[in-house]
């Protein structure tokens, strides 16, 4: 990605909360890679510190378990905002949701209540969200959702619209929310859905035609920083956008990709009633989908370097 931006790093300082998860050590090293001082918010301060231990820039890092532990006078110019604990894992129960809503909602309004109180505010806060935002979409609609496609009135659009209001409401400075669809990379999900395939049982899920929508994570770490550069150089952003590869597929199709790559037969079948008895509500996120498209960075005339899942599948194979 070296030459594609021009943001001054070298003079800049972040805050990254949620630095210690996936999308946020990817951002971290880069940017201290190319410079920055980056201050790190996360729940496990030593374990964090040792993770970016040998990473070059290592002498630029901060590492906080709270937010008051940063120094009023320091300047923070950029805020990328991504706490949030996994949504997949144990079941929806009533204090399964009220977690999830917490580690979005409640941190993120303890964020903006807190950017309140300095007296330099932040150039640009870049909010994480989902597209869990848009709800389900039936298997096999054919419709594309872009960014002014509605919300739903099920949990996990609600929690998206929440996350994202606590980042919008009050703030006195320019936010720019991104939903993110499914973050493949070398950790994270890519693995397990990786793993079937390898082991030979990759295959349906349920009727296998619900849509995937999928971004490679350095077309993720792309696009955050286009979006820093676009605001810097005073082009103008809007307030939310879709990180997700214009090419969406089915469930069938990732299937199928993997295995040609993998030289495995996709052959197995998951039945959806046995998910929905092992995961409940949140079995949606597997069995049903969205459609989501990147309509605003396609727009204003975004690049990425990997649209296509064959070709991101083949780089994360290196």
């Not at 996350?163 to 009050?170: D, H, M, N, P, R």
């Not at 956008?241 to 199709?253: F, K, R, S, V």
């Amino acid at each position: 990605m070296a030459g594609q931006t021009e943001v001054p790093w070298a003079s800049q300082h972040i805050l990254i909360t949620g630095g210690s998860g996936f999308i946020g050590q990817h951002l971290t090293r880069r940017w201290l890679g190319l410079g920055a001082k980056v201050t790190v918010l996360t729940r496990r301060p030593q374990k964090t510190q040792a993770l970016y231990a040998g990473t070059d820039g290592y002498e630029r890092l901060q590492v906080v378990s709270a937010l008051a532990a940063i120094e009023a006078s320091e300047r923070i110019d950029w805020v990328v905002n991504l706490a949030g604990a996994p949504i997949l894992g144990p079941r929806w129960t009533a204090a399964r949701q009220q977690t999830l809503l917490a580690s979005r909602v409640q941190s993120t309004q303890a964020l903006t209540a807190w950017l309140q109180t300095r007296s330099q505010l932040p150039r640009l806060v870049l909010s994480a969200s989902a597209i869990g935002y848009y709800g389900i979409q039936p298997a096999g609609d054919m419709r594309s959702l872009a960014e002014d496609s509605p919300p739903q009135p099920i949990f996990m659009s609600t929690l998206c619209q929440r996350w994202e209001a606590a980042a919008q409401v009050g703030a006195r400075w320019p936010v720019a929310i991104f939903r993110l669809g499914v973050v493949l990379g070398r950790q994270q999900a890519l693995p397990m859905m990786l793993l079937p395939i390898k082991l030979g049982l990759g295959g349906r899920l349920g009727q296998g035609n619900q849509w995937l929508s999928w971004i490679h994570i350095t077309d993720v770490v792309r696009a955050i920083e286009w979006l820093v550069q676009r605001h810097l150089q005073g082009e103008g952003i809007s307030a939310v956008y879709n990180l997700t590869a214009p090419q969406p597929i089915t469930q069938l199709e990732f299937a199928h990709t993997a295995g040609a790559l993998y030289r495995r037969p996709v052959w197995f079948s998951t039945p959806a009633w046995s998910m929905r008895t092992l995961l409940g509500e949140q079995a949606d996120l597997l069995l049903e989908g969205q459609r989501v498209v990147p309509q605003r960075l396609l727009n204003q005339g975004f690049v990425f370097d990997y649209p296509s899942l064959q070709v991101a599948l083949a780089d994360l194979q290196a």
